[in-house]
């Protein structure tokens, strides 16, 4: 059966939520398009969220409704080679008070919340639903068809939202189908579980205050670098590779991964941490040369 609407957002990660939400808002009859069995079932970033006016001007008061971990109050990068390294901290008192500076997250629970917030506001979700191609008509993209279903969704306007490698783009003919492997990097993740009471004493925190630290010189001769972030009662702790690099060292991220971990600075961050789930994506990093043509007949990336 076609369904018509007046516009129709792809994907439900926070970019497409927030379009999704805001012209729901408006006043227009949205379709938020989301592949996954519910937004964020797959979606994975290293998890820190920066403080965005963005998301301020959409939810004044995003900190009390949004489902955070924890507020991050000190930001430090740890500098190493072999087995010696050095520390730099900042800590402000600002971060410490609303609005805040970052908040760790999980993309699970806050891609879904802020999904759940677009279907408040009046647009309607659609999950299990990946769109497939784009639907022309006159020369410009009038919908979109969704794998398995017939009949197909219309709009006169399509938001692709579908992530940094968008296939809707591509359908439209508004990105490059291939991408060089020097311009993309992968990012691996581990979730270690660790009481809070624990972490708050390893990392000197009180309440829901939060530690975001990242690693340099911690690849092993690979182009990247590490991070450690403190959930709630978890730990995020991952790596970020240079695809070309890792290819050229021959090692996979899994050994990397490991290596990592087991680094003196970063073993006593993690110790007794049980490995809840392990995660990974790539990361287009060309730069201004990989962003595709931004909008088309129909079509706004
Ligand atoms: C390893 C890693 C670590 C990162 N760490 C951080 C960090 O700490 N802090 C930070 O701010 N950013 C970080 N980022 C970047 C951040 O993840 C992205 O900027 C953000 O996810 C972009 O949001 P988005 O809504 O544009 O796309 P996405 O989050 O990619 O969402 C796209 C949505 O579209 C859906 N979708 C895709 N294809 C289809 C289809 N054909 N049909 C229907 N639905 C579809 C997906 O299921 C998904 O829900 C990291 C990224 C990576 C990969």
Same mark, same amino acid.
């Given at each position: 059966m076609t369904r018509s609407f007046q516009a129709i957002v792809v994907g439900a990660g926070p970019a497409g939520s927030s379009a999704a939400l805001t012209m729901a808002r408006a006043g227009l009859d949205v379709a938020l398009v989301e592949r996954?069995?519910?937004? *964020?079932?797959?979606n994975m970033f290293g998890g820190v969220l920066h403080r965005l006016p963005g998301l301020e001007k959409i939810f004044p008061d995003f900190w009390e409704r949004a489902p955070l971990e924890r507020h991050i109050i000190k930001k430090g990068v740890t500098f190493m080679t072999g087995d010696s390294s050095f520390n730099t901290v900042i800590e402000a *008192?600002?971060?410490?008070?609303?609005?805040?500076?970052g908040y760790t997250i999980f993309r699970p629970r806050f891609d879904r919340w802020l999904a759940e917030e677009a279907v408040k506001a009046g647009a309607t979700l659609l999950t299990r639903s990946t769109v497939e191609d784009v639907v022309m008509k006159n020369d410009q993209v009038a919908g979109v068809s969704i794998v398995g279903r017939k009949g197909e969704l219309r709009a006169p306007v399509v938001v =692709? =939202?579908?992530?940094?490698?968008s296939f809707t783009a591509l359908k439209a003919g508004l990105r490059r189908p291939t991408f060089d492997p020097g311009q993309m990097a992968v990012g691996v993740k581990a979730l270690l579980e660790l009481p809070s009471d624990v972490i708050d004493e390893r990392f000197g925190l009180v309440r829901e205050q939060g530690f975001a630290n990242e690693f340099v010189g911690c690849t092993s001769g690979v182009r990247g670098g590490g991070f450690l972030y403190t959930n709630y009662d978890s730990l995020s702790v991952g790596l970020v590779f240079h695809l070309a690099s890792l290819k050229s060292s021959g090692k996979t991220p899994y050994d990397l991964m490991n290596e990592f971990l087991e680094q003196p600075q970063v073993a006593k961050m993690v110790r007794g941490g049980k490995l809840r789930e392990y995660s990974a994506h790539l990361i287009p990093e060309g730069g201004y040369k990989m962003?595709?043509?931004?909008? *088309?007949a129909g079509i706004v990336v």
């Open positions: 996954g069995s519910f937004p *964020g079932e797959k *008192g600002s971060f410490d008070r609303p609005p805040y500076n =692709a =939202a579908d992530g940094v490698l962003i595709p043509e931004l909008y *088309g």
